[in-house]
């Protein structure tokens, strides 16, 4: 059984995982069981990982729109950063370091104002945002807590991955949905940010393979 966490809303926010669940209309769970927490309450997470004792852990959870972390900067480092340190903690205080095995999802973004052509593991970061910043603490807790405690913990540095289900504020659903919108008429322009921006892409079945 996969056991996830939500956070609370007045408004249902699982439109991108309804599929998983036994009946989407009634939001009746099968095999997927939602709990609701927040990655800025650590009492919540140790309830929910004593609760369940999960076998694998994959912190997906984040504020992860790099324009955004600008303006909610103190928010992303809390969430991104010790967030993480949160759920790590939590592992620690459940006393289950030595049957967890633990994914933080990290960021290309930490390469930010990139250091080589292509990047590789061993390429120096140098995050340039508040998100970049964040993720680099959560980076360097990872690898803190392995070491440390000899937790099975790893991160997977991902580059932009993308699907059907990519939220519409980021720039490929927000460049696609417009120019549909465009050519139905329902609108006349759009905005972009920095257009001198260059990133890698990818599929998201193809990253989780």
Known sequence: QVHGIVRRSSSFNTGRIEHLYKNPQAHIEGNMKLHYGDLTDSTCLVKIINQVKPT???????????????DLAEYTADVDGVGTLRLLDAIK?????NSVKFYQASTSELFGKVQEIPQKETTPFYPR???GAAKLYAYWIVVNFREAYNLFAVNGILFNHESPRRGANFVTRKISRS????HLGQLDCFSLGNLDAKRDWGHAKDYVE
């Open 56 to 70: 694998e852990i994959y912190n997906l959870g984040a504020q992860s729109h790099v324009k955004i972390s600008f």
């Open 179 to 182: 120019v549909a919108k465009i």
């Open 129 to 131: 945002s508040p998100y």
């Open 93 to 97: 205080t459940c006393g289950l370091i």
